[in-house]
T-cell receptor
């Protein structure tokens, strides 16, 4: 158990809909990262938050957004969903950012868009 | 963007054999990490490397940070059935806040 908690574990929704994925980082970790894992693209970095502020953006679509709350949990919002958004979405957390790269991953949310 | 080339894509080995996999990059990384992912689970950190030339072990696993900072390898000695899974290398360029760049993974299959 990495200490990172993601909910829900599975999500099935229709195209055009909006969903919210939730992540609670390990106790004491201030950074939260979101990753997308698909068969063709592998693990892709989406976005990072540190202590409530956005720190870095990766390959995140404009239809996707995230935020980190004062209690440090984070939510990833996916809207206007398309079939191609079906993937595993992972949250990871670490103590710091930048040089402190040891990120610990949650079990992921499997999103299926039908 | 940065890309990591991980090889081999898959490996079929006998229990007890040693395993070697590697990652190369066209750009420099300041940190190399190796993760293992089991079906239905998130990646689990195996080894972290922070200095060029560094050789680090974790039980039967040994990983090295290449001198050029553009490559890393992972060795597993005397493989056992629970080593089955997908192994990912990941690099971090450092110097600021950003995420990890992952390789496509090496799928390790142990034949009975």
């Amino acid at each position: 158990d990495s200490g990172v908690t993601q909910t829900p574990k599975h999500l099935i929704t229709a195209t055009g809909q909006r969903v919210t994925l939730r992540c609670s980082p390990r106790s004491g970790d201030l950074s939260v990262y979101w990753y997308q894992q698909s068969l063709d693209q592998g693990l892709q970095f989406l976005i990072q938050y540190y202590n409530g502020e956005e720190r870095a953006k990766g390959n995140i679509l404009e239809r996707f957004s995230a935020q980190q709350f004062p209690d440090l949990h984070s939510e990833l919002n996916l809207s206007s969903l398309e079939l191609g958004d079906s993937a595993l979405y992972f949250c990871a957390s670490s103590v710091g950012w930048g040089g402190l790269a040891e990120a610990f991953f949650g079990q992921g949310t499997r999103l299926t868009v039908v | 963007g940065q890309q990591l080339n991980q090889s081999p894509q898959s490996m079929f080995i006998q229990e007890g054999e040693d395993v070697s996999m590697n990652c190369t990059s066209s750009s420099i990384f300041n940190t190399w990490l190796w993760y293992k992912q089991d079906p239905g689970e998130g990646p689990v950190l195996l080894i972290a490397l922070y200095k060029a030339g560094e050789l680090t072990s974790n039980g039967r696993l040994t990983a090295q940070f290449g001198i050029t900072r553009k490559d890393s390898f992972l060795n597993i000695s005397a493989s056992i059935p629970s080593d089955v899974g997908i192994y990912f290398c990941a690099g971090h360029s450092g110097g600021g806040a950003d995420g990890l760049t992952f390789g496509k993974g090496t799928h390790l299959i142990i034949q009975p």
